[in-house]
């Protein structure tokens, strides 16, 4: 790369007049959400020249990032710049918490987003690798010299090993639609002759997959509002304080001042638990289904279970309601009371397990059995464990023993219902129609020609294996190439075998560690910079339309037009593009969600507001099967609640998929044999001041939150380790160095990391930044999903 480049891409102290001078908005007049900008204006070339006479404009706009919010962003324009963000005022809910259209207000990412689209870091033009694949050596080319390399490398490879070879890599830098990388190149691919697949995500995977055998179906949560009936609230692995899902904060705030009491059950005191909650029940990560039967223990023992709707609803619960065929001694009462392995699960026994004290255990399952209605909340914190299927399974069994499902306030399971409908971008069925789970990309890199259904792999035709390994990725705005999938060290060494992937192509915004892994790399443009459509993260029920207010910088294109491009030079634009540019389809899909709902706002109303939000609707899962149970059977084998599913059973694998949620001890849980090695459980959660890898390199957001190991001052003592001193978290997968927290806000025995930070390694391979996945393992859980939050580590002072 030239070195000039280079110094700019990553001098952070460079002064702000010249990051701010970008080619676009100096020179393209901009027509913004309806409104042109004057070339006055757009002459400008800093936002520092602004002067308080330039008229400013005010445009409504959405990111497109996996934040676990979208929220509605107003982009104060002046000069054709972003001077400003401010966010939803809706004068409906002036006063706040207005429970049929509540504001969608910004984080405290979403205030320093000039920061993000006006980063020092961005990348200008694409890019083409010079050195060895990882060595970070790259050239400047031109884009029709890029979109010439991708079509040639897609031709050979396809010509070479088949269209199989070619994979959309999970990205979730843009979950927009048409503005979304990962979207629009299935499409083109599917025009190409098809492409190997993907399923299931890198968030639930474990819930997705566990779910559909208790309640035959995946989303298993009610709507947020119905939590203002509950006078007790579980949160469960979820932290949304942090991580926002929705509404859940607003109802959460408004149950307690309706007198609602909060737990949180987590392995940290988190920021939920300061701000809502009300006791805060630290556990061993990945233990939790311990502490649930033995809660079940002091249920039947002290007859505070509900017989009644356990007999009514549930399979598997006790010996008398189980599926034919099964021997005696298999239903959950009896793995509770010991009845087959001699262990009651006591609170004593599952002291021992979880870390929690044996009088919490009784005074948790007593309140949460007397308590109605018990919302018993199941956030996505007990996926990415090795045994999260069966966390995600049992997470629903203290609803079923306390008859807490298909109530108002109660909560039966996982996942949020979808509500919020809109016409999204046509992807075509992959004519291929094969996929692998999200989280095998690496093994389908390495041996996808031995793999088969034991792998997950679906579509494939039986006794077949993937006809292919991977030879070319697409990695579209997304860091899972590297940094946010597991082990990396291992992973980087299969991407520097240029033998094994042949060609890697990344649109990003930043040189990230993936983008590091490329053989060409194009600067893309950031939601500001582009017109889309966007729906909500879970439990959120508006949606958007992310609104171009600048012109893209430095002659950016987005996704889809530099896929145009391509698909012209492949000889299929017509089928691709239908004759519609990105800003045609963003109006094809509200005309056609127009046509299926009457009430949903013009092109034109939407560009005023930016969003739609559909009134607030009531969902209280699974009530229609509790009030009719004669008529409206679960979607299961049996028409019920399976607490005990005869599938499960039949695929015979007792150990790691028990047919009932029993606490399953992993290689690198607490009862393992490994933590005579390193005793210390390591996990990394989602913070505030990244959405994963995303503003890692924001020094904004740096202010807002370093990057630190949190360690119990127990543990702290034991290693002579003192508050802001440099540790080495370190397992048989790698090194990482960064400053210690020593809090009491992480329970003994565990360590934290805030997931995202930037792989960044020095001559010995230590990474100096605190990339969790440096200490994360390949292997997957047994429904195929990424097991990240199961580790073992130690920590010694730097
Ligand atoms: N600020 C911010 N918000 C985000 C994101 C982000 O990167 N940054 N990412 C978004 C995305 S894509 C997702 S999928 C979601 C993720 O949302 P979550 O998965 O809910 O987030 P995590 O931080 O991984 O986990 C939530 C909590 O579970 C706890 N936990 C971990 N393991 C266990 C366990 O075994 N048992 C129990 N009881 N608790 C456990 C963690 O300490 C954490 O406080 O967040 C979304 N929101
Ligand atoms: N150890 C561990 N690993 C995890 C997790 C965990 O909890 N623990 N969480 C997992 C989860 S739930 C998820 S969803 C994945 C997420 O993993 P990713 O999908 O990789 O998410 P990000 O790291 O945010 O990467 C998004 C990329 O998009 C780029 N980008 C951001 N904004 C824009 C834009 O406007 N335009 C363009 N073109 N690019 C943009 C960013 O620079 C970044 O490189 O990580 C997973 N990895
Ligand atoms: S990062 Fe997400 S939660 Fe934060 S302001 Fe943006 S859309 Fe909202
Ligand atoms: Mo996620």
Redesign the pocket.
Known sequence: MDQNLMNSLTNKKMKRRSFLKWSGAVTVPALVGGVTVSNKLMNKASAETVMDDVEEVVIPTCS???CGGKCLIKAHIKDGQIVRISTDDDPRDENADNEQFPQIRACVRGRGYRR?IYSPDRIQKPLKRVGKRGEGKFEEITWDEAIKIIAEENNRIKEKYGPASRFSL?????TGTVGS?DTVIQRLLAFDGGYLGRYS???SGQHLAATPYTFGETGAGSSCNTLLDSKLIILHGMNPAETIFGHMNMYLRMAKEKGAKIYTLDPRKTDTNVALADDWFPIKPGTDNALIAAMAYVMFTENLHDQDFLDKYCLGHDEEHMPEGVPAGESYYSYVMGEKDNTPKTPQWAAKITGLPTNRIIQLAREVALTKPMAWVQG?GIN?HMNGEQLSRASSMIAALTGNIGISGGWAGPNAPSIAQFEGFPIPDNPLGISIPVFKFTDAIVRGTEMGVEDGVMGLEEGKTLPANIKMIFNM????LV????DINKTIEILEDETLCEFIVT????M?P??KYSDLILP????FEQNDVVGPWSYGQHMFLSQKVVEPLYGSLT?YEWMAKLAKELGIEKEFTEGRTQDDWVKWMIEESKKKDPTFPSYSEMQKNGVHKFKEITVVRFKEQIEDPENVPFNTPSGKIELFSKTLWDMNRPEDIPAIPKHVAVNEGPESELTKKYPLQI????VKRR????WDTSDWMEEVQTQELWINPIDAKERKIKDGDMVQAFNDRGKIELPAKVTSRVMPGVVCVP??GWFNPDQNGVDKRGA??VL?GLEASPFHC?P??TNLAEVKKA
Not at 477 to 480: I, M, P, R, V, Y
């Open positions: 497109t990032l996996n993000h999970y990205a979730t830098g843009q990388g995500n890198y968030s996505n990415r705005a997304g860091n899972c940094n946010q999938h597991s649109s990003d915004i930043y990230t993936s983008a893309t443009c950031t939601f996704e996990f990394g959660w989602h959405c994963h890898s995303t997931q995202g969790i996945n994360t990424n990240q939050h």
